[in-house]
């Protein structure tokens, strides 16, 4: 018998609800479990699945925060308002030099953040979470390097298809885990939603490259113990909200009365207080959200102290959508980044791993696949 291989699989998205519905991998991976998820999105819960700790430990939450004057866009506040095809040119402009300058080693995108607005922002983490020692707390990949494990890493760096050819392949080498990591399925949900047919001919898909892996391995004479697991899930949107609209024909002047960051499902907001108080009761009369009180963002593990991330922070009910929004003009068929406790958020794990209790959150990943590599439950 060869030398055992672990296979792990991070599918972006893939809630437990749509797990349940479409049965998937039922027949080849017997033990799952749904996975509470963090506040926030794959900025948030990817550091916190691959550390075990929340956002305020692993200090990534949202993908822009507040970084005033250190803003290395700050030279941007002095454009002048710009038509926004124009506008779109330019965000590309600058996208592309901050990437030949190779500023930012993780995922980032600068959407349809106005540029003048983003002139008061920084990307929050530069980092690359799936390279050892890029958080400032030990992630899985830190804890391969301090044990000696060989290991080999894809992401969304390189085309899907492509990754996966090159993980059956390498099922004959010499690396003992075997890290694939695709958002493919999340840009998908993104465009046709949740349960629509597309999405369950990409899990067909995705089953039969967990049926290879199981083959190949077999053939190999290798044991394999195969984990796929997502940070978080996925919900069709059922309507789109103006909370940009609403606060301005109040009176309000984004950039001049208040900053804001329109996430997708969140607000965040940095102002006066007579204008917090102002905004505050509008967004609690619409009915569409809930304000996050200190005590609640401290008990999901989401509040910084230097308020860089908002100092008010609004959330959309599950379903609803910010639009138009910094991320862009036009709905989605499905969001995420909705409340975590809400059951379309919950992520999943499935497993061929025979025993030893299954994680309930995906703060307990790390230390189980590192039980399924050493031989037994962390």
């Known amino acids: 018998m060869g030398r055992p291989v672990h296979i792990i699989f991070l599918i972006d998205a893939l809630g437990w609800e749509i797990v349940e519905s479409f049965g998937f991998c039922r027949n080849l991976l017997h033990r799952s479990a749904p996975l509470d998820t963090v506040l926030g999105y794959s900025s948030a819960a990817i550091p916190s699945l691959l ?31 710009l038509p926004h095809p124009l506008e779109r040119r330019i965000r590309l402009l600058v996208k592309r030099m901050i990437d030949r300058r190779d500023l930012v080693k993780g995922y980032y995108d600068l959407y349809d953040i106005p540029l003048r607005l983003l002139a008061d922002f920084d990307i929050a983490s530069r980092t690359d979470p799936y390279c050892p020692g890029s958080l400032p707390v030990e992630s899985i990949f830190d804890g391969f390097e301090s044990r000696g494990l060989s290991y080999r890493v894809w992401t969304y760096r390189t085309p899907e298809a492509e990754n996966v050819r090159d993980l059956l392949s390498s099922i004959d080498s010499s690396e003992r885990i075997l890290f694939l990591y695709t958002a493919e399925l999340d840009e998908l949900m993104h465009r046709r939603g949740v349960f629509h047919q597309e999405v369950e001919r990409k899990l067909s898909l995705y089953e039969g490259f967990v049926e290879s892996i199981i083959k190949k391995a077999r053939e190999a004479g290798r044991p394999a113990t195969v984990n796929v697991m997502s940070d978080h899930g996925m919900t069709d949107v059922t309507k789109a909200v103006d909370v940009w609209g609403e606060i301005t024909r109040n009176g309000y002047r984004l950039g001049k009365d208040y900053k804001a960051f329109y996430d997708s499902t969140m607000a965040r907001f940095w102002c006066e207080e007579s204008v917090a108080g102002g905004i505050a009761e509008l967004l609690e009369e619409s009915g569409w959200g809930r304000l996050l009180s200190e005590e609640e963002l401290k008990m999901y593990g989401c509040f910084f102290e230097d308020g860089s991330y908002g100092r008010t922070l609004f959330l959309l009910s599950p379903g609803l959508m910010i639009v138009p929004s910094f991320m862009g003009r036009e709905p989605l068929a499905a969001m995420h980044g909705y409340d975590p406790l809400d059951r379309f958020s919950k992520g999943c794990l499935l497993t061929n791993h025979p025993s030893g209790a299954l994680p309930t959150s995906i703060l307990g990943i790390k230390s189980f696949l590192l039980g399924c590599i050493e031989g037994g439950t962390r």
């Open 51 to 81: 550390t075990g700790e929340l956002p305020n430990r692993h200090g990534a939450w949202a993908m822009y925060r507040l970084a005033g004057h250190e803003s290395p866009f700050r030279l941007l506040r002095f454009l002048p308002e």
